[in-house]
T-cell receptor, first 113, second 114 residues
């Protein structure tokens, strides 16, 4: 089955700096890679996703890149703000399945004002 | 707006009790999932279901079972609760039987087994 590794587990940046979170996956049949943000005490919510037919996707200050050959994908947040502080999870839809998402262990991002 | 609702926000149960965690979604989603969230371990899939009366084991099914008698409701059952099942439990649902659809999460149930 799919295995997703996520690094780093914690990340602290100064407001205005960029933050990068990296994930690798094991199943070459996986084709869908979402990122979820979980604020303290709240449910995870999708912030961006990427499918295997593209290499990069942007949404304002957030971007995701995908390298299918190397089986890794990354989340980039530019001009970080204190409200970006949260736990971020990457995930991969298990190849051959009907939508199972296998998650990484999460990255706790702290943005210091 | 998709709504995924879990029946309890907090639960305290005794060791050996049978525990039911209920999840209801209101958007006619085919897929429903139960995850367990523990610090440093992320979200681990316990069970999932693609259709009524259908269930499949995830990565950590031991000690759990599930029931899906109606499309909108997916129940997680702890047959005999143990202290190592103290955790946050998250239910999720998604629309299609495909591999690239957004999962919507419930607010979570924090279960403490004493």
């Amino acid at each position: 089955g799919e295995n997703v590794e996520q690094h780093p587990s914690t990340l602290s940046v100064q407001e205005g700096d960029s933050a990068v979170i990296k994930c690798t996956y094991s199943d070459s049949a996986s084709n869908y890679f979402p990122w979820y943000k979980q604020e303290l005490g709240k449910r995870p919510q999708l912030i961006i996703d990427i499918r295997s037919n593209v290499g990069e996707k942007k949404d304002q200050r957030i971007a995701v890149t995908l390298n299918k050959t190397a089986k890794h994908f990354s989340l980039h947040i530019t001009e970080t703000q204190p409200e970006d502080s949260a736990v971020y999870f990457c995930a991969a839809a298990e190849g051959g399945s009907q939508g199972n998402l296998i998650f990484g262990k999460g990255t706790k991002l702290s943005v210091k004002p | 707006d998709v709504k995924v609702t879990q029946s309890s926000r907090y639960l305290v149960k005794r060791t050996g009790e049978k525990v039911f965690l209920e999840c209801v979604q209101d958007m006619d989603h085919e897929n429903m999932f139960w995850y367990r969230q523990d610090p440093g371990l992320g979200l681990r899939l316990i069970y999932f279901s693609y259709d009524v009366k259908m269930k499949e084991k995830g990565d950590i099914p031991e000690g759990y079972s599930v029931s899906r008698e109606k499309k909108e409701r997916f129940s997680l059952i702890l047959e005999s609760a143990s202290t190592n099942q103290t955790s946050m439990y998250l239910c999720a649902s998604s629309l299609f039987q495909g591999r690239d659809t957004e999962a919507f999460f419930g607010q979570g149930t924090r279960l403490t087994v004493v």
